[in-house]
């Protein structure tokens, strides 16, 4: 089973992430990690900090000659701005943040607990999942995730072809799918920064290239939309997960819901296996498995919630009424917001094609994809 942990606080000496079941034979290319890397610290709207660090990752195990050999991999990120045994706690919790739970839960510090739950943790689990992104390129798979609102105000993607929409992407400060929509959304952003205020948005991720069959029906927590949404639910501040149609399938008809199936000869050698459909409202997922279709999913980003003008707090010493507390923070981070979730659903969709098709070697997993291919377009 393809899986990974991390560990590492914000300000400490380096965070890490060790990823267990990762096929051998490979090829690592790690500038391909410090891409996303470097995309997860970019995007409008962040702040001082990320002019501090310049995130790069160092593979300490598993690879040998460029390849992975199969036993785990050890990814880690440096932290420049290590300065955790200077600083001092916090004395009042800040609303949003896990500061008060965090404190009460282990009768300790809010610094103890707000170290681990920053979302500075989560540059190990972009390097995962850019490590992920290799393997699934070698199955044709790519997940491509993007900006689709911010506040209140929505980013039209325009039309174009996958390699065309990504140039638009890594071209737009904001990681959106339409520039003519980027001036007006950093203005926003401005002006939210100097009301002393922050903003989040909407994340949506893309996946091309799924063999039908990822995921199964058979057990609850084997659903692969149910891990989905676990793994993006769990990234820091994103309050809701949706996949295809979402909450929308809760307003309409079932016949304005679910896709009708076609076929196509001329496409049977393809992920579709020629099955088509003319809408994809299920999101290419039914009953917890993957139909052929791309994967649509998309995530609801809180605004940040450390305030340049605090909210009402207390002092947890005293119960006094006082300020909240403030620690240097982001207007906006909903651009990195969708380098993480894009992240890590590819780590997700990677660990759902070792579950179909083995994982010792990439050649055993290449021969088991094709012959799965060939038994199923004959189905």
Sequence with gaps: MLRYWTAGESHGKTLLALVDGFPAGVAIDTDLIDVELKRRQGGYGRGGRQRIETDKVDVRTGIWHGETIGSPIALEVVNRDYKLERLDDLPRPRPGHGDLTGAVKYLGSIRG???RASARETAVRVAAG?????????????????VLEVGPERIEPVDGTLEELKA?????ELY???LDRDPAIKALIDQTGKDGDTLGGIIEVRVDGCPFGLGTHAQWDTKLDGRLAQAVMAVQAIKGVEIGLGFEAA??????????????????NTSTLGYERPTNNAGGLEAGMTNGQPIV??????PI??????????????????????????????????????????FEIARAVVDKFGGDSLAEMQARYKLFQEMAAER
């Design 130 to 146: 850019a490590l992920a992104k290799q393997l699934l390129a070698e199955f044709g798979i790519n997940v491509f995730g993007y």
């Design 168 to 172: 638009i992407r890594d071209q737009s």
């Design 305 to 346: 919630s450390t305030l340049a003008k605090p909210l009402a707090s207390i002092n947890l010493d005293t119960k006094n009424p006082e300020e909240a507390s403030y620690e240097r923070s982001d207007v906006c981070a909903i651009s990195a917001a969708s380098v993480i979730v894009e992240n890590v659903v590819a």
């Design 251 to 268: 307003r309409r008809p079932g016949s304005q819901v679910h896709d009708p199936i076609h076929y196509d000869e001329s496409r049977k």
């Design 176 to 178: 959106s799918l339409n």
């Design 297 to 302: 999913i998309r995530a609801a980003k809180k």
């Design 113 to 115: 607990v707000l170290e």
